[in-house]
């Protein structure tokens, strides 16, 4: 079956950086459409960022210039950098990957604190 295994959340400092991995399992990683959401406390879960399997990429206006998506079919993997964070980039990140279905992780913790 199709699994999706995140990794790379922690608390960081504000203007600090994380990247955020997610490997695939189960699925011809290489044909599919990936992507980024996050959720935060009391809200709903938004688009961060995705890619295509041709590498076209989109981001939310909220990250652009501050956030890359890549992918790395040999390994199976996207990952999100992440740079500059804000206070209010604070949510469970989880990757999606767009198959016959979507699939979803188990979503990673990002926590940015002083």
């Known amino acids: 079956q199709v699994q999706l295994v995140e990794s790379g959340g922690g608390l960081v400092q504000p203007g600090g950086s994380l990247r955020l991995s997610c490997a695939a399992s189960?699925?011809?990683?290489?044909?599919?459409?990936v992507a980024w959401y996050r959720q935060a406390p009391g809200k709903e879960r938004e688009l961060v960022a995705a890619i295509t399997s041709g590498g076209n990429t989109n981001y939310a206006d909220s990250v652009k210039g501050r956030f890359t998506i890549s992918r790395d079919n040999a390994k199976n993997t996207v990952y999100l950098q992440m740079n500059s964070l804000k206070f209010e980039d604070t949510a469970v990140y989880y990757c999606s990957v767009i198959g016959s279905q979507n699939y979803w992780g188990q979503g990673t913790q990002v926590a940015v604190s002083s």
């Open positions: 189960g699925i011809i990683f290489s044909i599919c459409a």
